[in-house]
């Protein structure tokens, strides 16, 4: 296997030391001080089935540490890469934390993934196995670990929460915490996030121990977390805003409360910050309409929520200068990414600051420039390309020597890909992507990936997917395909054909447009950037 390695210039790393932003501690080493420190506290709250279930911080160790020895009982070593596919539920905490105390290395997916996405992570990852819900939304998660079994020659375990048909019962994966590994190195890899993606499929993150908790830790202190707060995990918990920006992670290490809703809707969450006492939540801003919406003629005593945390996707500030006055809660904008940099507004920050801007890094020791296509500095307050380094954002990309190349400055700059504007206080204001990036209700993806298995189609000639505007979910795709010529294609029989590939549906084309040719309704032979701007142009100028 190739190693796992996030290799922090040793100047720097010692820097970060000796400022005490990596103070040395790990995962594993936490979860033990926060169950020997308050162990009938309650850490978890699922309340996304019939009956509540509570976690406290002593059961949660318990329970993780006997499903890590369970995990090395069934065979696999310290050092195994496992894929996680797992709702929002108790068992998502067991899992990792006991991979932690097992030694092993998560690779977080999203519920909404499918057999492409996973297939891509274990393969990418080299993972032996895969930790999954029985079915999720109406899907079956078992024919597609059937599916990766015959396609991944790694994938020796498959592990199901729920009923496990011909697979290993999540449930049974026990074993007494006896032989579990030592402690890992502070700087070692703990796991792996996923990309957003701007070309092809999603790049593996290695974060470290010491950098991801450095962030962890500076972003509860900024949103004012305590052992009073409860957080309501409203996204997929395996993403890095719900993770760490503060998130489930930034509430246990405070000795919090980590709330499950049953969804993201507001039927569902708005009861739950009433009857829990919910402190802080966090959601995209597609979600943040639906909740204002909802909240129109209805009564819910929100009188616990302090903060309601909007990032994902940037929020307009139309809607951001309406949610204070009907939450009666303080805004907090987030803008970061899984790679490294994050975000936030303060929550002392003026009101023009929380409406309009997307906070400023959270750190002293970021170093954040604004570039413009040449790589120069732009002055303050104009646009430019987002590039940073600093104690929590990565140096390089999991097993891929082309994305590392396009991603990373000589000097170790990453570039975000973000186009955004500074102001003289550090404020950023998103101004969007300069890649074919689609960040549909805070999901993102690439175009490219998504043109790519509709150029697999055989009545198709050729394709371009856009990004168009969205009042609801900030942007939505367009696809505009060009059938082989004498033959036709319907948009629906498009659609049936992606759903029949495995990937995640919210990367299937919101629109689909048929046209008779693309280089003709771009105007001449283009790059595929400077075609996909003219289809758009085009498109809106033809909507409105």
Not at 154 to 182: C, M, R, W, Y
Not at 432 to 456: C, M, P, Q, T, Y
Not at 535 to 543: A, D, P, W, Y
């Amino acid at each position: 296997m190739l190693p796992l390695d996030q290799p922090y210039p040793e100047a720097r790393a010692r820097a970060y030391r000796n400022a005490g932003y990596w103070t040395g501690e790990t995962f594993p080493q936490l979860l033990r001080k926060w169950a020997e420190d308050h162990p009938s506290h309650p850490a978890i709250i699922d309340a996304s089935g019939t009956d509540p279930r509570v976690l406290t911080y002593g059961e949660l160790q318990y329970r993780a540490e006997r499903f890590g020895a369970g995990l090395l009982a069934q065979g696999l070593k310290p050092g195994a890469r496992v894929v996680v596919q797992l709702p929002n539920c108790v068992e998502f905490f067991v899992a990792v934390f006991g991979l932690f105390a097992a030694g092993m290395q998560p690779v977080f997916a999203l519920p909404a993934h499918r057999q492409t996405e996973i297939a891509h992570f274990l393969t990418k990852a080299e993972a032996e196995a895969l930790i999954i819900q029985d079915t999720h939304d109406g899907y079956d998660c078992r024919v597609m670990a059937q599916g990766l079994q015959k396609q991944c020659s790694n994938l020796s375990h498959v592990f199901v929460k729920g009923d496990a048909d011909v697979f290993t019962a999540f449930e049974t994966v026990q074993a007494q915490p006896i032989g579990l590994p030592a402690d890992p190195a502070p700087s070692s890899v703990a796991f792996l996030l996923i990309s957003g993606g701007s070309t092809g499929l999603p790049k593996l993150i290695p974060r470290t121990h010491d950098d991801y908790l450095y962030s962890i830790r500076e972003s509860a202190r900024i949103c004012g977390l305590s052992a009073s707060t409860r957080y309501l995990a409203v996204l997929p918990v395996s993403h890095n805003f719900t993770l760490s920006s503060p998130g489930s992670f930034g509430t246990l290490l405070s000795g919090g409360c980590v709330v499950l809703p049953r969804s993201s809707s507001a039927g569902d969450c708005l009861p739950l910050i009433e009857y829990y006492r919910v402190t802080i939540a966090a959601v995209v801003p597609p979600l943040a309409q639906l909740w204002l919406n909802a909240l129109k003629g209805k009564q819910h005593d929100l009188t616990s929520l302090r903060v309601l945390q909007v990032g994902g996707a940037k929020l307009q500030p139309e809607i951001a200068m309406q949610i204070e006055p009907a939450l009666g809660c303080r805004l907090q904008q987030v803008f970061g990414m899984a790679e490294g940099l994050v975000n936030y507004t303060r929550l002392d920050d003026p009101e023009d600051i929380r409406i309009n801007t997307q906070g400023r890094p959270i750190s002293k020791a970021d170093e954040v420039r604004v570039v413009d296509d040449t790589g120069d500095r732009v002055p303050v307050g104009l646009p430019g390309h987002l590039q940073v380094r600093g104690p929590y954002t990565i140096c390089t990309y999991h097993n891929d020597d082309g994305a590392n190349a396009r991603s990373f400055t000589d000097d170790g700059f990453y570039c975000t890909g973000d186009i955004v504007s500074r102001d003289d206080m550090g404020n950023l204001t998103v101004q969007g992507r300069a890649g074919d990036h689609i960040n549909r209700a805070g999901e993102k993806f690439s175009a490219e990936e998504v043109e790519n298995h509709i150029l697999a189609l055989d009545r198709v000639m050729d394709v371009a997917i856009v990004s168009i505007p969205d009042a609801s979910l900030g942007e939505r795709s367009c696809a505009f395909v060009e059938p082989r010529t004498g033959v036709s294609i319907r948009p629906v029989e498009i659609r049936k054909f992606l759903r029949k590939r495995e990937i995640a549906p919210y990367k299937i084309p919101d629109e689909i447009e048929i046209v008779s040719s693309l280089q003709k309704t771009a105007v001449g032979k283009l790059s595929r950037k400077d075609l996909r701007q003219q289809l758009r142009s085009k498109h809106l100028s033809e909507k409105a």
